[in-house]
Each structure stands twice: as C-alpha cells, then as structure tokens.
C-alpha cells in the first residue's frame, strides 16, 4: 500500500500534468520534470513520515537525475503504450531506473539524491553529515 502511495503522492504534487510512473510491486517510480523536483521531493518525505508514524515502516526514496545515469553510461528512455482513449501505461527502457533504484537502497551518506527521513537527517547532522539535511 505504502509503495503505491508514492506513487500517488507524486502524482498529487503535480497536479494537471501526466507523469510516466511505474509501480514494481514493493514501491513505485516517477519521472518529474527538475522544474518540480522540489515538490516532489516535499510530496515523499511528507509520505515518509506518514509511513513511519503510522505503519512504523521506514519508506526508502532517492530523487536521482537523469544526468546521473546518464554520466554512468546509462539511459532513461520512455514510451507510452495506450491500452484504449484515457488509458496508457508508460514503459522504460535504458537500465536508468534500476540504477536509480540501486542508488536509493544504497542509501549512501551524503548522496544529496537520496531522501533521508526527518529523524535520519536530524541523526547523521548531528554528526557532522551536512549533505544529509540539505533536500
């Protein structure tokens, strides 16, 4: 459930745009415009939180550019494939997302992509970790 909620959490943070997403069982992928990335990245820990408070379950989210994969030799390409008028499903291609995905459950410290939690930022500042609490 939570896993589709990011989904949708980003979904609701872009109101009147149509954003290629794609869920994979145990959590969900959007592709934003950079333009939006800091509402996007409101939208996931706002949902971190709500996850954690009540689920008690962590929610791992990571906004990785496509700059990113791409200076690793990778790609994000996107299709839409329209199953009928309204009803279109968005495919992918390139090996980006799941470099992504890998940066996010890395969870390395100081990659300013991946989104630390509230509790965890204010944890690893404390420690001496600036990038952590920067997004």
Do not use: W
């Not at 965890?120 to 609490?133: V, W």
């Amino acid at each position: 459930m939570v896993g589709a909620a990011v989904i949708a959490a980003v979904l609701n943070a872009a109101p009147g745009l149509e954003l290629p997403f794609l869920f994979g069982g145990d959590g969900g992928t959007v592709l934003v415009p950079s333009r939006l990335r800091d509402a996007a990245e409101g939208a996931l820990r706002g949902l971190q939180r709500f996850s954690a408070a009540t689920f008690k379950l962590p929610l791992r989210a990571a906004a990785v550019p496509v700059g990113r994969v791409r200076a690793e030799g990778l790609d994000v390409q996107v299709g839409k494939l329209r199953l009928s008028p309204g009803n279109d499903l968005a495919m992918f291609a390139g090996g980006g997302l799941l470099r992504a995905d890998s940066i996010m459950k890395a969870r390395a410290d100081g990659d300013a992509d991946v989104l630390v939690p509230t509790e965890d930022a204010e944890a690893r500042t404390s420690k001496g970790c600036p990038a952590a609490g920067s997004h």
